[in-house]
């Protein structure tokens, strides 16, 4: 399964990164971006890999955001998988991004909320987070409403203990990478 992942998340970051390598060539040059943006809407969904305590799981989650210029925060949510044990809550994400009228737009979020566990487990847990993302905006770059694709890196840490039937407990550190689909919308 390690091998798997692997391949999947090399295969991903490859072809995103080619994506991203061929727009920015094609791109004629920048234009102003924090004069013509000044307040986005965004919301993504996806779904990717990520590995909990050095062990493979799935993880979805969502986003979404009021981008203030550079400023944005807004509420995250995210599910995982692991065995018989379902991770799964939310909280608030608050960083730093740049995103204009180029085609390319970049995210830096910290991340504090809490996790329920399944059935199997004895309490809920509050988490803290970070996550970096890279995203590229398909379609006409100065629509008001505008289509992205993206990555996410990110990492939650528990911020106490749990115990469920399958495994011992402690923490749960998740590290993962997450392929988003969403859009971007300017409005006024």
């Known amino acids: 399964m390690r091998g798997a992942m692997k391949s999947f998340l090399a295969i991903i970051a490859t072809s995103f990164f080619l ?11 920048p234009k102003a971006v924090a004069a013509e943006r000044p307040t986005q ?14 062990r493979e799981t799935g993880h979805g989650g969502a986003i979404a955001l009021v981008r203030l210029g550079m400023f944005q925060a807004g509420a995250a949510a995210h599910y995982s ?4 044990s379902a991770r799964y809550g939310g909280g608030i994400a608050a960083g730093l991004g740049l995103h204009g009228a180029s085609h390319i737009g970049f995210d830096a979020l910290a991340e504090f909320g809490g996790s329920a566990y399944g059935e199997r487990s004895s309490h809920d847990l509050p988490y803290v987070g970070a996550r970096m993302g890279a ?3 398909v379609g006409n770059p100065d629509s008001r409403f505008r289509t992205t694709l993206g990555l996410w890196l990110y990492a939650q840490h528990d911020l106490g203990e749990r115990e ?7 923490t749960w550190d ?12 300017t409005p006024g």
């Open 81 to 84: 998988q692991y065995g018989l």
């Open 19 to 29: 994506l991203v390598g061929g727009r920015a060539q094609a791109d004629e040059a």
């Open 174 to 185: 998740e590290f993962g990478l997450r392929f988003a689909m969403g859009f971007d919308v």
């Open 135 to 137: 995203n590229v905006f």
């Open 41 to 54: 809407l965004h919301f993504d969904l996806g779904f990717g890999l990520a590995t909990v305590d050095a």
């Open 164 to 170: 469920i039937s399958d495994r011992r407990a402690g």
